[in-house]
């Protein structure tokens, strides 16, 4: 024991000792000036006395992230299916493809939310003492979406659910205070958190009905299996207040409506599997089913193209343009990719453009801003393609794009 | 368990293809707590079952995605992952609850109840991924959604791979 111990201090004084020795030498000019070094294998090597030699790199640095919001920064979120322990998050720079940094965000990952004024973003988390075993802890995180680091987290109960990721598991109120977590044991059920005041607010039951879609400052709703809703009013301390299940609006079993949403002011919007928009608003004494139509015609349908992929579905506000992600398929396939993005105009309810894609890809998004890029992750989740939302032009792409990416979220508006 | 479907689209696309519409208001997929629920399980029967033709023996090959009982199957199956499709691989826990489905067996052309049991306790096995996404509902129905981690309902919700449980046959 003790000649280990004598080893391993003399290898400590002699690697100390090389490490002093490296650092002068780093520290002498390589010759005097106006001549030409000699290597130590004997060579000549000629050396640009014109030009100061390099000076030396500052130990420890790391890089900051501007704090300054760009409407091109976009999060992917990958569930790591490969290890679900691992999952997290990576913010992208729409305009150079370059990766700003990353969270890690615990198992079975589904998304961030980002509120509005982006001091900084969500994540609802679960984790297990030792890794795949040991107590299950589940939070909602709270980081800093500048430094990329944890700056609080509040336990909520142990059941959050563990899904394909959709950006829908999670939602949060219109003014950002609060935050709504879908539970499955498999009872439904959404945790309410205060985002505000960082505490658990409480639990709000949502028997037969599932996630969670902001529509208000102080109101959820989740999608039934009855091809309901349910409307969850909240009190100022984040207590349920009302629930009101409204009248079936769609068919789970004939022609169900996708997870994945739209919103423009208070009207949610919903696709159809068989091709039909379900136009969702909501006034303050509840919703309002506004009358469906088809963005699919009867020569698509018979050509069977159809909605798919994770995401595959995404509005851009201010020109109502919105963007649906299309392939041929039969009646399940309606999780599949899609080779094309269909555009159509809101206001008009006309399709104004068809978007050939490099990729078939599987999820779509688009920034809110004057100039927007369109994001799509490919089928084989390897790559980030962006384009031009407005033209469809292909303008770059990132590859190596995580493990299992499947989601795409653009930063809001600064 | 169908987390990880998504790799493999080829296969789905390729599977879904050739899935009808009405073929799945003929498969059913329920909530099951427990075998004692079987016998009050609404059943249906599925007339598309899988393509039997290249599988071996009188029942097939349970390491194959195109074994009989996997017509629902969305995950790993644990005969690669040091189980069988009947058994959970060592140290990790069988969840008591699961979607089920109605698979035909070529060999005596019975209609039989299988649940998908998951295993859980460890990380994803990651060997012969297995995805037939008929029937698959979006997850306002859980009962009839592959989407969801049914290990939600064991110990411990870690997915590692999952099995093929004959309930019985399946009565019209």
Not at chain 1, 63 to 76: D, F, G, M, Q
Not at chain 1, 101 to 121: C, D, I, K, Q, W
Not at chain 2, 20 to 41: E, I, M, T, Y
Request: charge should be negative; hydrophobic fraction near 35%; include cysteine.
């Amino acid at each position: 024991m003790d000649n280990i111990s004598v080893s391993w201090s003399k290898m400590r004084f002699y690697s100390l000792l090389l490490l002093f020795l490296a650092g002068c030498d780093a520290q002498q000019p390589a010759d005097e000036p106006g001549s030409t070094a000699t290597s130590s294998s004997g060579n000549n090597t000629y050396v640009d006395v014109s030009k100061e030699p390099l000076s030396k790199d500052i130990f420890g640095k790391v890089t900051a992230i501007p704090e300054t919001l760009h409407p091109h920064w976009v999060w992917i979120y990958d569930i790591a299916a490969a290890s679900m322990p691992d999952g997290r998050a990576y913010l992208y720079d729409g305009d150079t493809a370059r990766v700003l940094g990353m969270l890690n965000t615990g198992y079975s990952f589904n998304a961030l939310n980002l509120p509005g004024h982006y001091r900084e973003v969500y994540s609802a988390e679960t984790y297990y003492a030792r890794t795949t075993r040991g107590e299950r802890t589940d939070v909602v995180s709270i980081y800093d979406p500048f430094k990329l680091t944890p700056v609080a987290e509040i336990e909520i109960p142990a059941k959050r659910v563990s899904t394909l990721p959709r950006l829908a598991d999670s939602a949060l109120t219109d003014d950002d205070r609060f935050m709504a977590v879908f539970n499955l044991t498999p009872a439904a059920s959404l945790s309410i958190v205060d985002l505000e005041q960082r505490r658990f607010a409480g639990e709000v039951m949502t028997p037969g009905c599932a996630m969670a879609y902001g529509a208000g400052d102080r109101r959820f709703f989740a999608l039934c299996s009855d091809g309901s809703l349910l409307l969850i009013d909240l009190t100022e301390e984040g207590t349920q207040a009302a629930a009101q299940r409204s009248e079936p609006f769609f068919n789970a079993l004939e022609d169900p409506i996708l997870e994945t949403g739209v919103r423009s002011g208070d009207t949610w919007y919903f696709m159809s599997v068989l091709g039909k928009i379900h136009p969702v608003e909501f006034s303050a004494d509840g919703p309002v089913f506004s009358d469906t139509w088809w963005y699919l015609d009867g020569k698509d349908r018979e050509d069977n193209w159809r909605i798919g992929g994770m995401q595959p579905l995404t509005l851009h506000e201010s020109t109502q343009r919105l963007y649906l992600l299309m392939h041929q398929g039969d009646f399940y396939t309606y999780e599949a990719p899609g080779p094309e993005i269909w555009v159509y105009d809101l206001a008009t309810r006309e399709r104004v453009d068809k978007i050939r894609t490099r990729h078939s890809s599987i999820s779509i998004a688009v920034s809110q801003d004057d100039n927007p890029l369109l994001y799509t992750i490919t089928e084989d989740l390897s790559t980030l393609d962006i384009y031009d939302a407005s033209s469809g032009e292909y303008l770059r792409s990132a590859g190596e794009l995580g493990i299992t990416p499947f989601l795409i979220d653009p930063v809001p508006l600064p | 368990m169908s987390f990880f479907d998504r790799w493999f689209q080829d296969r789905t696309r390729s599977l879904a293809r050739h899935t009808s519409r009405r073929s799945f208001l003929r498969k059913a997929g329920v909530l099951l707590v427990g075998a004692g629920a079987v016998p009050l399980l609404p059943v249906a029967k599925a007339n598309t079952g899988p393509d039997d033709s290249s599988i071996s023996g009188p029942e097939g090959d349970p390491g194959k995605c195109e074994y009989w009982r996997n017509c629902g199957m969305d995950g790993f199956l644990c005969t690669c992952c040091g189980g069988s499709h009947t058994s959970c691989p060592p140290g990790t826990e069988m969840a008591p609850m699961t979607w089920v489905g109605t698979c035909k067996n070529p060999a005596d052309g019975r209609d039989y109840i299988i649940a998908y049991n998951d295993c859980c306790g460890k990380s994803t096995c990651n060997r012969c991924m297995c995805n037939r996404n008929e029937g698959d509902l979006p997850n306002y129905f859980p009962s009839k959604s592959n989407d969801i981690n049914w290990c939600m309902g064991s110990s411990n919700n870690v997915y590692h791979c999952t099995t093929t449980i004959l309930l019985g046959l399946a009565v019209n």
